[in-house]
């Protein structure tokens, strides 16, 4: 199997160049018609490169399905007042310990304010990547690798269920079933629509919810969809606090710190695919 061809821009400041599927013909043109003359002025100052590393001129003509590279110009964003904490490192991974309010990867209004591009500028670590995802509003344990070419053992983990994960959960609900129980249900997440919702058809989510005292929930999910563990707790009765998808969709202002959703991803274990050893990590953070 081939591998993929890294892209012709290296990482500058923790972040990895835009890639740009083209629709076909003049490269200045398309650029300046998708989004617009800052953009296309990269062309004019060189900043613009193919996926084999020439430089995009305002005469280059490349085909329906090409790529081309370039730095996007940043949001403003507001800062996340919360520090990630870095749990272990060695020379294969990293595990943080993410924050509320953090997104891990750069995703429409969130690029600098992320987990990964905070860790590489902190850790001066350029091809450092997840090898899974936490919601933004999400915390806890999160693991990341350090190099390219190990990042694909560590996702498969992910992909193929390997990871025991255990998370904890606040709820002031009441349970429509006697707990423990196990869920499982269909979970469909459409695009551009905010709320992942429940279909009858066959269950591809999965998730053991126990009650520990004290509004206080241990989830552990055994699959891995979008938003899971919310949907499946509001199915219950028990939707988590300060939730602002479920049951219902809450309007909350970018620069509004002070109701974190009540879920955090305790723990993780797995065999660490390089070194075969048993692996723990356990978030330092409570509810």
């Given at each position: 199997?081939?591998?993929?061809?890294?892209?012709?821009?290296?990482?500058?400041?923790?972040?990895?160049?835009?890639?740009v599927?083209?629709?076909?013909?003049?490269?200045?043109?398309?650029?300046?018609?998708?989004?617009?003359?800052?953009?296309?002025?990269?062309?004019?100052?060189?900043?613009?490169?193919?996926?084999?590393?020439?430089?995009?001129?305002?005469?280059?003509?490349?085909?329906?399905?090409?790529?081309?590279?370039?730095?996007?110009?940043?949001?403003?964003?507001?800062?996340?007042?919360?520090?990630?904490?870095?749990?272990?490192?060695?020379?294969?991974?990293?595990?943080?310990?993410?924050?509320?309010?953090?997104?891990?990867?750069?995703?429409g209004?969130?690029?600098?304010?992320?987990?990964?591009?905070?860790?590489?500028?902190?850790?001066?670590?350029?091809?450092?990547?997840?090898?899974?995802?936490?919601?933004?509003?999400?915390?806890?344990?999160?693991?990341?690798?350090?190099?390219?070419?190990?990042?694909?053992?560590?996702?498969?983990?992910?992909?193929?269920?390997?990871?025991?994960?255990?998370?904890?959960?606040?709820?002031?609900g009441?349970?429509?079933?006697?707990?423990?129980?196990?869920?499982?249900?269909?979970i469909?997440?459409q695009?551009?629509?905010?709320?992942?919702?429940?279909?009858p058809?066959?269950?591809?989510?999965?998730?053991?919810?126990?009650?520990?005292?004290?509004?206080?929930?241990?989830?552990?999910?055994?699959?891995?969809?979008?938003?899971?563990?919310?949907?499946?707790m509001?199915?219950?009765?028990?939707?988590?606090?300060?939730?602002?998808?479920y049951?219902?969709?809450?309007?909350?202002?970018?620069?509004?710190?002070?109701?974190?959703?009540?879920l955090?991803?305790?723990?993780?274990?797995?065999?660490?695919?390089?070194?075969?050893?048993?692996?723990?990590?356990?978030?330092?953070q409570?509810?």
């Amino acid at each position: 199997m081939s591998r993929a061809r890294p892209a012709p821009l290296p990482v500058r400041d923790g972040l990895g160049p835009a890639r740009v599927r083209l629709r076909g013909g003049a490269v200045l043109v398309e650029l300046a018609d998708r989004f617009g003359e800052s953009v296309a002025a990269k062309v004019f100052d060189g900043g613009v490169l193919t996926a084999a590393g020439d430089v995009v001129t305002p005469a280059t003509v490349l085909p329906p399905g090409a790529h081309v590279y370039l730095y996007r110009d940043l949001p403003q964003e507001v800062p996340v007042p919360f520090p990630i904490t870095v749990r272990y490192r060695d020379d294969d991974i990293v595990v943080a310990d993410k924050p509320h309010f953090l997104a891990t990867m750069p995703r429409g209004r969130h690029v600098a304010e992320t987990a990964v591009v905070r860790l590489r500028r902190e850790l001066d670590l350029p091809e450092l990547s997840p090898a899974h995802r936490l919601d933004r509003l999400t915390a806890g344990v999160l693991l990341f690798t350090t190099r390219r070419e190990i990042r694909g053992r560590y996702q498969r983990l992910f992909a193929e269920g390997a990871v025991d994960k255990v998370y904890l959960a606040r709820s002031a609900g009441h349970s429509a079933v006697e707990l423990p129980t196990v869920v499982r249900s269909r979970i469909v997440k459409q695009r551009g629509r905010l709320q992942a919702f429940e279909e009858p058809g066959e269950p591809n989510a999965e998730t053991l919810v126990e009650y520990l005292g004290e509004d206080l929930y241990r989830l552990t999910p055994r699959t891995g969809r979008t938003h899971q563990l919310r949907v499946h707790m509001a199915a219950l009765g028990l939707p988590l606090r300060n939730d602002p998808l479920y049951p219902e969709i809450v309007d909350v202002a970018p620069d509004d710190f002070s109701r974190p959703l009540q879920l955090l991803a305790h723990s993780m274990r797995f065999d660490d695919p390089v070194t075969g050893e048993s692996r723990r990590f356990v978030s330092e953070q409570t509810l």
